[in-house]
């Protein structure tokens, strides 16, 4: 086989007939080939998307409530994405916003969702971590006082901290029922591995060693010895999912 | 042109606002002597001339004759003008040409221009007249030139104390602002050739230990330390470009071969796949280069909350625990009681999870890692032991540097390099030990530290 062969991005895109059936995204990026690798990405998972390239384009885009999650670049030609996120959130927009930013301090980071933004990613990152986060933002509408989930074959009840596995109960060290139960909040949605180092175990950084495989390791040992299938399955290199699907 | 900036130096300003000072004064203290000279003279004049008018006032006009004759030829009590007049006005004898323009109320009166008795000249003088019983008038007179003469030695003697004291102010000034001019010039000229990229080059210091010496100093303790982070900087540099550039090559080599082989999905897809991990490999150390850099740019103190360092600790073994365990490395942790800490919770993690992250990564199966937080003389301290293969005593200090790689690192030697960043920043100090065997790191909160809420608190 001869590299010519090897279709580009644009055709990829075009091999697939089917409408984009997702929820619409609006990026608002300065970058072309980095908005384009967003875009590619996000149609990938089935989201139509809408570039635009400055800050008022992008204000007009957003106005136009079209898109179900907007992606905006802090820095847009000399404009400050955050600005456009205040004005947004100012006329009652409340469309939920991913900030991407260069800027990488926590001062930023807390800058960037005091202005309105719903989650912060720093360049330079990996379009599926975004993907993911997207989707996160699209789902994150869960009853948090909720005191018993089920997620396919997995009940959890969190009031007696026990968890049962196609009907057998598993026995979950205290660690590996935060873990599964962050899982079955977003049952089928791409969690990365930055998402549980920030949200479970509250590292706002990138552990250097695989740390979060090996939890993810223990916890799907001890769900799989139950039955024969994987729960929890690795996406991509990204991160992982609950598998509801039977 | 240095001659101008000697009249514009801070100095010589200074020499000229004391040299108006001491005019002043000066000439105050010699103002009060002048005027009091004349002012006693006169007083004192007047006071014999009123008595003399008054003692005449009953004496024949004989016996007056005889008395006045007698004081102008043997002047004790210096009279003078000497002069009797009748009650007509007419001059009866005397030495004063014509009655002087004064009321005869004898009392003394100054007269600015009085003929002197031979009419050659003019003089102030001091006069009393006198009407006596018979109607005719006594005048007394005393010239006043010696007193005026005094005012004048007086002035003369401030023009003559005056003049060198200025000249003298003026020259030390002038030395002075000369010598600071020199010396700005000298410090100016080294801060040009700085400038110029001879990093190198220090400020004079003259070893006075004055204003501008501290100055000079503590510009030179900056210099210093600019000077060893340039050094770093430089070496980061080639560190950097070494790091990224090798995953680069390697992936470029990579898919620069398949190409050339042109040897099927499967082969390209290997070479895609390896390329792909080297890039990973790069982009790694780029987060790991920013993260050093977002922790060093400081202006984090401000959001320094409380915290219990020692649950911190506790999080970060639980969060290892697993990673140990698949290891068959015992992880043990003591923390017993609080441990009060101000600072950033999310950077202490970070630190202490590089610590317990190398820890664990260096040792060898059925090693142990041993983590202990406690307070220490009142001091927050933790440490983090393992039974690895320690570090040679040679590169204690270099571990902590950016990419330095030793023996036993596989990392990107950034690890440590951040946790050193994060004690310095909360004012803690990180060492190593020898653990015998394996390594020992210890994280000592230092009196600095104590410091770190004043200045929070700011």
């Known amino acids: ?246 | 042109m240095l001659s101008l900036d000697v009249f514009r130096a801070r100095a010589f300003r200074l020499a000229l606002a004391f040299l108006l000072a001491v005019s002043a004064a000066t000439a105050a203290a010699f103002g009060l002597i002048y005027l009091e000279v004349s002012r006693a003279d006169v007083q004192r004049s007047a006071a014999v001339l009123v008595d003399e008018a008054a003692k005449s006032e009953d004496d024949s006009e004989d016996g007056l004759r005889r008395a006045l004759e007698l004081r102008l030829t043997r002047d004790i009590r210096r009279l003078d003008y000497v002069a009797l007049f009748d009650a007509k006005g007419a001059k009866l004898f005397g030495d004063v040409p014509a009655m002087p323009a004064i009321p005869v109320d004898g009392q003394a009166h100054v007269v600015p221009e009085q003929l002197l008795p031979d009419a050659s000249r003019s003089e102030p003088a001091i006069f009393v007249a006198r009407r006596r019983g018979d109607g005719g008038v006594v005048v007394f007179g005393r010239s006043l030139r010696e007193a005026y003469d005094l005012q004048e030695t007086v002035l003369r003697a401030l023009a003559i104390a005056l003049a060198p004291t200025i000249l003298l102010i003026l020259a030390i000034g002038a030395f002075f602002a000369s010598r600071a001019s020199k010396r700005f010039e000298r410090i100016h000229g080294a801060i040009v050739s700085i400038m110029n990229g001879e990093i190198h080059s220090r400020l004079p210091v003259a070893n006075d230990w004055d204003d501008v010496d501290k100055v000079a100093r503590a510009v030179n303790l900056m210099l210093d330390e600019i000077e060893r982070l340039l050094d770093q900087l430089k070496n980061v540099g080639d560190n950097i470009a070494h790091d990224l550039r090798t995953p680069l090559m390697v992936a470029r080599a990579k898919i620069d071969r398949a190409l050339e082989e042109d040897a099927g999905i499967a082969s390209l897809r290997a070479a895609m796949q390896g390329a792909l991990a080297q890039i990973d490999k790069a982009s790694v150390t780029i987060a790991a280069i920013l993260r050093v850099s977002a922790v060093e740019t400081g202006a984090r103190q401000k959001r320094f909350k409380d915290f219990d360092l020692g649950a911190v600790c506790a999080e970060v073994v639980e969060f290892y625990q697993p990673l140990a365990e698949s290891k068959f490395v015992e992880m043990t942790i003591e923390a017993a009681q609080p441990i009060p800490v101000r600072g950033d919770e999310d950077l202490m993690r970070e630190a202490i999870s590089n610590l317990v992250d190398n820890a664990v990564k260096f040792t060898p199966e059925g090693g142990r890692v041993r983590v202990e937080a406690a307070m220490v003389e009142g001091l927050p301290w933790v440490a983090v032991a393992d039974t690895g293969c320690g570090v040679p005593s040679q590169d204690k200090e270099k571990i902590f540097r950016r990419f330095f790689r030793g023996e036993r690192s596989g990392g990107n030697g950034l690890g440590l390099s951040i946790a050193q960043t994060i004690a310095d920043l909360h004012g803690f100090q990180l060492t190593v030990e020898d653990n015998s065997p394996g390594a020992r790191f210890v994280m000592r909160g230092s009196m600095k530290a104590s410091l770190v809420p004043a200045q929070a608190a700011e």
């Open chain 1, 1 to 246: 086989m001869s590299i010519s062969s090897l279709e580009d991005p644009k055709s990829l895109t075009a091999r697939r007939a089917q409408p984009l059936e997702g929820d619409p995204v609006l990026v608002v990026e300065d970058e072309p080939d980095l908005a384009e690798e967003i875009r590619l990405e996000l149609e990938a998972n089935g989201h139509p998307v809408r570039l635009a390239a400055t800050a008022a384009e992008g204000l007009a885009a957003a106005r136009a409530g079209w898109a179900a999650v907007f992606v905006f670049d802090r820095m847009l030609q000399g404009d400050d994405g955050l600005s456009v996120i205040e004005i947004l959130r100012g006329e009652g927009v409340a469309t939920p916003v991913l900030v991407i930013s260069a800027l990488s301090s926590v001062d930023e980071r807390i800058h960037g969702l005091k202005a309105g933004g719903d989650d912060y990613l720093v360049k330079p990152f990996d379009v599926r971590e975004l993907t993911a986060r997207v989707e996160a933002l699209l789902r994150r509408r869960g009853d948090a006082r909720a005191t018993w989930l089920r997620a396919g074959d997995i009940e959890m009840d969190l009031v007696e901290r026990k968890v049962r596995c196609a009907g057998r109960a598993v026995d979950l060290l205290p660690r590996e029922f935060k873990l599964l139960e962050y899982f079955m909040r977003r049952p089928g949605q791409i969690v990365t591995r930055s998402m549980l180092l920030e949200d479970v175990w509250n590292f706002k950084f990138m552990a250097q060693t695989n740390v979060v495989d090996v939890q993810i390791g223990n916890l799907r040992r001890k769900l799989d010895s139950t039955g024969t299938r994987k729960f929890i399955v690795n996406v991509r290199a990204v991160g992982f999912k609950l598998n509801v699907e039977p």
